[in-house]
């Protein structure tokens, strides 16, 4: 029962953080699947990866060094930040790769790599509460392990890994081939420092005090972040605003479709007020169009004609103007 107490504990509350962050992707939201994979990834592969990898190299520092604190320090404050965050941002990278034709920005690559690190985080926190918590402690040790690892720590590894997906967007989004490589590097560089400056904190200031100040400085970041991803979702809405008027113009939108695609708030009750089930997947999949249109053709504007933008264009202005007139009419 605890073990199953524990693993309840590391998974619910981080597929509520997950569902939270799929919320926060307004406009064009990215598939299921790929989401579903990049979770998984992060809970099994990433998680599973880190945890043979981590033992191996600390138990090689201590035999090295003879000193457990020696083994410790390196284990928490260089290895685990460098491995995990690699491991983690593989999966952002597969999708960059992959599925280049959904990473559209850096909302996008901030959703991907925060889903994967929520993934990795309900398993290291299945393991630390039973591990660290019960076995420890008890049920007092599970409870107090649980509240630390979801609400004061909860967004730590979305957190981190959020820099490799803002460096590969940023890389998705700039013809510069140096830049190209540097933006991911960069990313991968901020990742590892903000986590190992967390771990070792964690490590070096015990007890309340060590808890409320690394708790402060994680919030603070958190919270920094999260004004990040509202500008970004501001960002989007003017996107569609300018790249959407051209639609209206041409006839292939109406004014109250273009006013309702570009409103978050609109296009969720013009769905759920929708007759039927039919009438609701032709409006979800309008409003998706729209956001995906407005993409590529910044995109256009940006890259050029890469991997057929041009083409996807024609292909969605045909769909949209489908589903326009069998919603109006």
Not at 138 to 148: E, H, S, T
Not at 276 to 286: A, G, L, P, V
Request: aromatic share 12%; hydrophobic share 50%; with cysteine.
């Amino acid at each position: 029962m605890p073990l199953i107490l524990s693993i309840l504990l590391g998974f619910v509350p981080m597929f509520l953080f997950a569902t939270f962050v799929y919320w926060l992707d307004r406009y064009e939201k990215e598939p299921r699947m790929l989401l579903g994979g990049a979770f998984f990834w992060g809970a099994v592969i990433a998680a599973g990866a880190a945890f043979l990898i981590n033992t191996v190299l600390g138990l090689g520092v201590y035999y090295l060094t003879g000193s457990e604190t020696a083994a410790d320090v390196s284990t928490t404050s260089i290895i685990a930040p460098v491995i995990e965050e690699t491991l983690k941002g593989m999966a952002v990278l597969l999708v960059f790769l992959l599925a280049r034709k959904e990473f559209d920005s850096i909302l996008d690559g901030i959703v991907y790599a925060a889903i994967t690190a929520l993934g990795f985080a309900a398993t290291e926190n299945s393991y630390y509460i039973y591990t660290m918590g019960y076995l420890e402690d008890g049920y007092a040790g599970l409870v107090q392990l649980a509240f630390i690892r979801i609400f004061l720590v909860g967004w730590q590894h979305p957190f981190y890994t959020a820099f490799i997906g803002i460096g590969l967007a940023m890389a998705r989004l700039t013809r510069n081939g140096g830049l190209r490589l540097f933006f991911p590097l960069l990313g991968l560089g901020a990742a590892i420092l903000t986590h190992a400056l967390h771990n070792t904190m964690a490590q070096f200031l015990s007890g309340l005090v060590g808890l409320a100040l690394t708790s402060l400085m994680d919030w603070t970041g958190w919270l920094l972040l999260l004004g990040f991803i509202i500008f970004m979702i501001w960002r989007e809405n003017q996107l569609l605003h300018l790249q959407l008027e051209e639609e209206l113009r041409l006839g292939i939108i109406t004014s109250e479709q273009y006013q309702t695609a570009c409103s978050f708030w609109k296009r969720t009750g013009g769905i759920f007020k929708a007759n039927d089930q039919n009438r609701r997947h032709q409006s979800k999949r309008f409003y998706q169009a729209c956001a995906e249109l407005a993409h590529k053709k910044n995109q256009l504007s940006r890259m050029g004609d890469e991997e057929g933008n041009g083409q996807i264009i024609t292909s969605l202005r045909g769909e949209l103007q489908q589903l326009s007139i069998a919603l109006t009419g």
